[in-house]
C-alpha cells in the first residue's frame, strides 16, 4: 500500500556531501514521523535521524553537527543532508516513515536502502 523509495547514495571521499532523499507513495492520509536510519557491516541498524509532521528533529550524538534532517510534507519525502562525511559514515542508509494509511490503518513502512560510501 505504501512504499519508500530512497536515492542519493554513493561514493564521496572524507570530508564530502551527499543529500539523500526518501519518497513515499501509495495509499497516503498522513506521515507522523520520519527517519533515517543506517546499518553498517556487522554492527547493528542505528538511528541517524528523525523529523515529525511539525519539523521537530533528533539526531545521533555522532551526526550531530554535520547531518541535517528535512522534509516536505506536500511530496511525503524526506531529506538527509550530509556533510563533513567520515569513513565511519559508511553504511547502507535506510528512511522509514509512521504512516496513516487512507484506510485508517497505521504502520511503520520502511525503504529498501541505499548505500554510502566514504573513502579516499
Known amino acids: 500500500q505504501v512504499q519508500l523509495v530512497e536515492s542519493g547514495g554513493g ?12 519518497a513515499a507513495s501509495g495509499s497516503i492520509f498522513n506521515i507522523n514521523t520520519m527517519g533515517w536510519y543506517r546499518q553498517a557491516y556487522g554492527k547493528q541498524r542505528e538511528l541517524v535521524a528523525s523529523i515529525t509532521r511539525t519539523g521537530s528533529t533528533n539526531y545521533a ?5 554535520r547531518f541535517t534532517v528535512s522534509r516536505d510534507n506536500a511530496k511525503n519525502t524526506v531529506y538527509l543532508q550530509m556533510n563533513s562525511l567520515k569513513a565511519e559514515d ?6 522509514n516513515a509512521d ?3 487512507t484506510g485508517r ?4 513502512s520502511w525503504g529498501q ?4 560510501t566514504v573513502s579516499s
Do not use: E, H, M, N
Open 99 to 101: 504512516v496513516l494509511t
Open 105 to 108: 490503518a497505521r504502520f511503520i
Open 90 to 95: 559508511t553504511a547502507v542508509y535506510y528512511c
Open 113 to 116: 536502502g541505499t548505500q554510502v
Open 11 to 22: 561514493l564521496v571521499q572524507p570530508g564530502g556531501s551527499l543529500r539523500l532523499s526518501c
Open 61 to 65: 550524538d555522532s551526526v550531530k553537527g
